[in-house]
């Protein structure tokens, strides 16, 4: 019998007790090869693992031919990593007894905790309760397990493993889904892409997906991250991993779900993750320099790509991109694909055209340099490719290959393969389907893609990543909580205590019998209230009053209203401003996620908040260079610039110094 042992592990690393353990229990294994609990065991051993596999099976003497345990306590040593694939109602009574041991890492494998309801959570706080007076780390539950190609250690219970011949490369993998590991395997696998490392996080009730991808960051053997996101459930583990992965030049690209509302909910019912709004995930990712990707195919086709585009401080322009192709329609549809994710596709300068023509290409002047046939021969392909990639206009270039990617894939890839090294990004889309070329691409570690949609979806995401902040700024988990919305008033008040100018204002109360304003007339009248969000929708606004019976009479009919539409809200006072005109309207709203932390948001105001949905979000804090951007990001702000023969009003919008701000409308959530 092992003696009890409490508190961390100190011989060994959490990366080396997760993905190479020098020893291995198999608590549940079964000897049928068949069976969901016979697969990692045969993974192990097919795999060449040379560490040690206890199975615990307390019914057999052998297990799939290897001497079979009763128990973890009946161990000649305290195994560094327990994959336990009892059912949900042994787990407790498994975990414990790998706590008392001293065991580094349990693996569940069992689904019913946190998606569990009522009786789920009992069990997720049982087992969080180990965790915190035990040195055990517990990785899900609802994982599907970890593998590790350089240590052999394929201890996952995932059957997309029987695969043989599976490649070895620098990629690593975490995914809240476990069935995720499987099609990214197979198709890494036909696109050339080997992996490092993979790890099914499931429920993190203990470690988090960020916490595992830190433990790895020092494997040599790791040059990037691929991240497959049902939610952002412990995001500040998630951004301190994204600001070390940078200071180490190992990008990551992620897909997260919850786009529509829908898919927010299966990400719920799947793992008990609650969701947070898409727009936020979206401005959470990019600032801490991850690439999201909207396509699941372009998931293993971003990383070779990420690694020559440096993260971008914050821009003052979009990114300008270069297509030169031998067919027109190819090159269209990556122009399409671009325009749509708000990258430019921009037409050479003049300099640029006169040095191609110098080099004996008579290109168009065009947006896209077509090359037709002639772009097949490889001199003239590489010729237009030095020149585009020397000329300054552009950030990236797009060599778009046709036909002859299929039927002569080794003259076809041969210029982009030799162009490969020039200082500016290089990427190839290939029309046709040439997975020899695509291979060959792959090998000379040339980012290139199947598909115009992956290719525009990979570089707008790539340069849609921004300079990630410091540890320190890292969010901490916030509590869930009913959101709290300040009155005008009260948040006008917020803003005098931080110096913040706002408009005129007064708050009046309902049944005042006589009314004196610090301004003068005309004013417009609003109600006040923390919950009334949207006071049009009840009657709670009136323009263009004249006087004070005016303003009397237009006080009334607001009480009268809100009393109809809203009889649950009582009026008690009313917010009076005098009339004015700006350049327009927009909403500057602070929220404390309860996954990304403190957040701000710019949007269009008034009555076109909801419906073009045209906004800006970040982290906090905003620095003053990051607000331009912002502004410069909304559609509603081209109105200043001038349209239809009306003045520009850039300068007086975007003037560096001095620029008088008004706050007009803000929301705080807490």
């Known amino acids: ?105 349990a693996t569940i494998l069992a689904t019913g905790f946190s998606e569990g309801g009522a009786e789920g959570q009992k069990l997720v706080e049982q087992l969080r309760e180990i965790c915190r007076t035990s040195g055990l780390r517990i990785l899900g539950p609802s994982s599907i397990g970890v593998i590790d190609f350089h240590s052999k250690v394929l201890l996952t219970a995932n059957a997309a493993f029987a695969e043989q011949d599976l490649l070895v490369g620098g990629t690593f993998v975490a995914s809240h889904s476990g069935s995720l590991l499987g099609a990214l395997l197979s198709r890494g696998k036909a696109r050339s892409v080997g992996f490092s490392g993979m790890v099914s996080v499931g429920n993190e009730i203990d470690l988090s997906l960020g916490e595992i991808c830190t433990a790895t960051l020092e494997d040599p053997n790791i040059t990037g991250y691929l991240l497959f996101l049902e939610s952002l459930r412990h995001a500040g583990d998630l951004r301190a991993f994204a600001f070390e992965a940078a200071k180490r030049n190992k990008p990551i690209v992620a897909y997260k779900l919850g786009r529509s509302a829908q898919a927010a909910e299966l990400a719920l019912s799947h793992t008990g993750a609650l969701a947070g709004e898409d727009d936020i995930a979206e401005a959470f990712l990019a600032d801490c320099g991850i690439a999201r990707v909207q396509n699941f195919e372009s998931l293993l086709e971003t990383l070779p790509l990420l690694s020559r585009i440096p993260i971008r401080p914050v821009a003052g322009r979009p990114p300008r991109v270069g297509v030169v192709t031998t067919t027109g329609g190819g090159g269209a549809m990556v122009v399409d694909g671009l325009g749509l ?103 000379a570690g040339v980012p290139s893609f199947r598909t115009p949609e992956c290719c525009a979806d990979a570089i707008a995401a790539a340069f849609r990543r921004r300079t990630s902040r410091t540890p320190q700024a890292a969010p901490k988990q916030f509590r869930k909580t009913a959101a709290s919305q300040l009155n005008e008033w009260d948040a006008y008040a917020l803003f005098e205590k931080i110096g913040l100018p706002h408009a005129p204002a007064a708050r009046i109360a309902v049944d005042a019998e006589h009314i004196e304003l610090p301004f003068g007339y005309p004013v417009a009248v609003k109600v006040l209230s923390e919950v009334i969000a949207h006071k049009t929708d009840v009657g709670g606004v009136i323009l263009n009053i004249a006087s004070e019976p005016a303003l009397k009479a237009a006080i009334g009919q607001i009480v009268r209203s809100v009393k109809d539409k809203r009889p649950d809200v009582e009026v008690n006072h009313v917010l009076v401003q005098p009339m004015t005109s700006g350049l327009g309207e927009v909403l500057l709203g602070y929220k404390k996620d309860a996954d990304a932390g403190p957040i701000v948001l710019l949007a269009a105001g008034g009555i076109f908040t909801e419906i073009y949905r045209d906004r800006s979000i970040r982290l906090a804090p905003v620095e003053l260079q990051t607000a331009r951007e912002m502004i410069s990001e909304l559609a509603i702000t081209r109105a200043f610039e001038g349209y239809r023969g009306k003045k520009s009003r850039r300068s007086r919008f975007s003037r560096p110094r001095g620029r008088r701000v008004v706050a007009t409308r803000a929301q705080r959530r807490i």
């Open 1 to 105: 019998m092992l003696p009890s042992k409490k508190g961390p592990r100190t011989d060994i690393s959490l990366a080396g007790a997760l993905l190479a353990p020098r020893s291995i229990a198999i608590v549940g294994a079964s000897d049928d090869p068949a069976k969901t609990s016979g697969r990692p065991l045969q993974y192990l051993l097919r795999a060449g693992y040379q560490g040690r596999v206890y199975p615990i099976n307390a019914r057999r003497d052998t297990v799939l031919g290897q001497r079979a345990w009763p128990s973890l306590s009946a161990l000649p040593e305290v195994p560094d990593h327990a994959f336990i694939l009892a059912p949900t109602k042994d787990v407790v009574a498994a975990v414990t007894e790998c706590a008392a041991l001293g065991v580094g890492v």
């Open 341 to 443: 994710r708000g990258v430019d596709v921009i037409k050479a300068s003049d300099e640029t055209f006169a040095r191609l023509t110098k080099a004996g290409i008579g290109a168009h002047h065009e947006r896209v340099i077509d090359l037709t046939l002639a772009g097949t021969r490889s001199d003239v392909m590489k010729a237009a490719l030095d020149t585009m990639l020397s000329a300054p206009e552009f950030d990236l270039v797009v060599a778009v290959i046709g036909s002859s990617a299929r039927f002569q894939p080794d003259l076809a890839v041969k210029p982009v393969i030799e162009s490969a090294d020039a200082e500016k990004p290089l990427v190839a889309f290939i029309v046709p389907d040439a997975p020899e070329a695509l291979a060959k691409l792959a090998q």
